[in-house]
């Protein structure tokens, strides 16, 4: 590692006096995402559209190398101090300032569909060295679309058909599980209590839902908590006409794992799923803004 910051400062210094150099602090997480390898990555990504502007970029990792080499923990003076002994005129303190993302989840046909909608806000502050003083910029940026589509695997159905029954299959994790009876000869009181099928705990018992000879079809909602709440697995549902304390009828389904995005900040999945994109959108501004202030 010492050997890398070292090739830095010597490729700075032949570069010559055309650009300034500017070092790119990592990207401090005010805003609590949750993102993994948020700081680096996004300052990483900001380096890249600033080297691509024709600036000469001290990258995030050498900041951050250079102050672990020097006992510096990171932060504001150990950024500023590093970008100093690598020979940058400027050195951005870029943050993610805010960053709300909104999960969704419908179906369509056979096409369950998993997408988000994301804002993020992000700030820099743009610091000349020479002078110990800069400016702040901010940028916002918004994106939304699907971060991915799987075949469902059941149609869904109308769980008062006839029977006992769920009205899928599978179901995703977290997603609404619907069950039903039609009742043959009603009027009847029933319960349904549903339980991994290797285990009888944890479970859900529902409330008794009664069934008349207007309405033979009683039906329950179970939002797959127990609590806790379940996870990807197969399960049972087994159906209670009181008093009989024995099941009259059982039904299996299946929760399997929820689609998921790869939140590791600069990986490809992210850099196209809605929060990548929104916090390309909100650089791109960012960049645009800081540009002036740095030529």
Known sequence: MKGLVVALVVGLAAAGAGAPVVAVAPVADEAGTGLANLGLGLGDMLSGRLSREGLLVVPPGALQAWAVQNGLLPGREAWIRAARALGAEVLLLPAVEKFQAVTMAFTLFLFTVRGASVTAELRAEVLKLAVGSGEVVRARGEAAGPTSVEVALHFPIDVCLGGFRTDKGVYWSGEAVTLGYRDPSPPNAFYVVIHPVASPTPSWTSPVASSTVATPCVTWTWNQLFPPAAGPGDYVAELYRVPNPLPIATRT???????????????????????????????????????PLVR
């Open 253 to 291: 389904f299946t929760i399997g794992a929820a689609a998921a995005v790869e939140l590791v900040v600069g990986s490809p999945a992210f850099g196209t799923a809605p929060w990548g994109e929104a916090l390309g959108k909100a650089l791109d501004g960012l960049v645009a803004k800081i540009l």
